[in-house]
Every structure is written in structure tokens, then in C-alpha cells.
């Protein structure tokens, strides 16, 4: 956690939680998981419980203390929607996220399912709190279709680790992507036209893009350009206050 992020597309992290379980490919050579005990051989306390779940309630109020509104990637450690996390944990984490409504909050998971149960009954996502699931194949399309059915206006997909051709994608209700190769001692190779095709259907659907990198056994090593330029688009913020429940909107993008 910190209010500085080497992650191209955010500015800082915050993790009320750290640790997870792997789910589907993506997974296999989770950079959080390395880092994670990493940190507890070098004897970082919050991490003496390696890469199992667990909560830092300590770590609640940390956005509260940042008074500089930032992009802020959400568990950057972890899964907010891992099936260990406790609903109260959860809700509170959502609170502070509604308090400290000077910040972007930019959710990331891999578990839509648990995502779209919890925003329904929760009943309110304000507009800088942004939500959105990984998609690293094209077998794991169906979570871009749970995503869109959750109520917020901001609604985000990233295809990264990219491990092989998305091919037809519907993007309708999705308001921003990321795509980025896999990086790390066991990176898998990302391919230009797997990357070219999701660029494509972004621009064809009116969907932000932002390429984040090429991977490689360092994040990088290879850089981040594409066709000889670098893709650093935002969705558009709102312009109205905050709502509860939202229909799916038109997509609109911007830099920011």
C-alpha cells in the first residue's frame, strides 16, 4: 500500500485486505502472490501470513488521511470480492470509499459474481467508485456479461494478463479497458494482434483504451508502446452528483 503506484494507470494503492486463491490462467503467476512473500521473508509484518487471506482493519481510514484526490487501485494485493472477505468487512470498505469521495477508486476483480450480489444489495455506487473484472482469455468473456449488469456508472475491463486472442467482444456498458502483457520470471508471451484487436473494438465501440505494457521478466522490459505511441486513455467522469442505480450508458472516453 502506498500513495505512489509504479502502475501505469493509477496513482496510488490502498489494501484493507492482502492474500487470495487463484481462480482461472491469470492466476498462475500472480505478481502480488510473489511480492507478498517477498515481503514476509524480509519480516514486513502485515505480511506474516504470506499470501493467505487476511484483513488489516488498521489500513480502513487510510484514504481519509490522503487529502490530494488520487486514482486509487483498490486491493492492489488482493480480491475486494475474494469468498473469504466477510460482508461487514466489505461494507465498511465501501464506506470509507463514500466518505473519501474525493478519490477515483478503481476495483478490480475476478469474481463478478460475488461483485454484482454485493453492489445490488448494497443499493448505491457512486460515481468515483469505478468497478471492474479481468478478462485474460476469451473463455472468460461471461465475466465482462456479470459486469455489465452491476449498478454503477463506471464499469472497467482488464484484459491482463492477456494469454490469448479475446476475438469478438461486447463491450455495451463497459466504459474503459486496459490491456497488458504478463511480466515476471515465468511471463507468457502477448501476441500484437490479440492486442490490435481488443484496440480496434475499443475504438469501434467507444471504448477508453489503455495499453499498459508488453510484459517480460520485468514490467518494463519491454515497454508500453503501440504503434509507435503510447495509449493512456480515461473514461469520462460524470458531470451529475452521486446516484444509486444506474442504467447501462453510452460509452464516452477521454485523457485525463
Known sequence: ???????????????????????SPGCRNCYAERLSLRLKRMGNPKYKSGFSFTLHPDALD????????????????SDLFHESMPDDYLLKCFEIMEKADWHIYQVLTKRPERMLAFTKKYGKVSDHIWLGTSVELDLYKKRIDILRKVPC???????????????????????????????????????????KEIQEQCA???????????????????GRLLDGKEWNEYPSMPTEGKISVFPVQENTHTRI
Request: net charge positive.
Open 62 to 77: 487510510v484514504p481519509l488521511k490522503w487529502k490530494k484526490p488520487r486514482k486509487i487501485f483498490v486491493n492492489s494485493m
Open 153 to 195: 456508472r463506471i464499469r472497467f475491463v482488464s484484459f491482463e494478463p492477456l494469454l490469448g486472442p479475446i476475438s469478438e467482444v461486447n463491450l455495451k456498458g463497459i466504459s474503459w479497458a486496459i490491456v497488458g502483457g504478463e511480466s515476471g520470471p515465468y511471463f507468457r508471451d502477448v501476441k500484437i494482434e490479440w492486442i
Open 204 to 222: 469501434q465501440q467507444n471504448v477508453a483504451f489503455f495499453f499498459k505494457q508488453w510484459g517480460g521478466k520485468t514490467p518494463t522490459a519491454r
Open 1 to 23: 500500500m502506498g500513495d505512489k503506484s509504479a502502475i501505469q494507470w493509477t496513482d496510488a494503492t490502498w489494501n484493507p485486505s492482502t492474500g487470495c486463491s487463484k481462480v
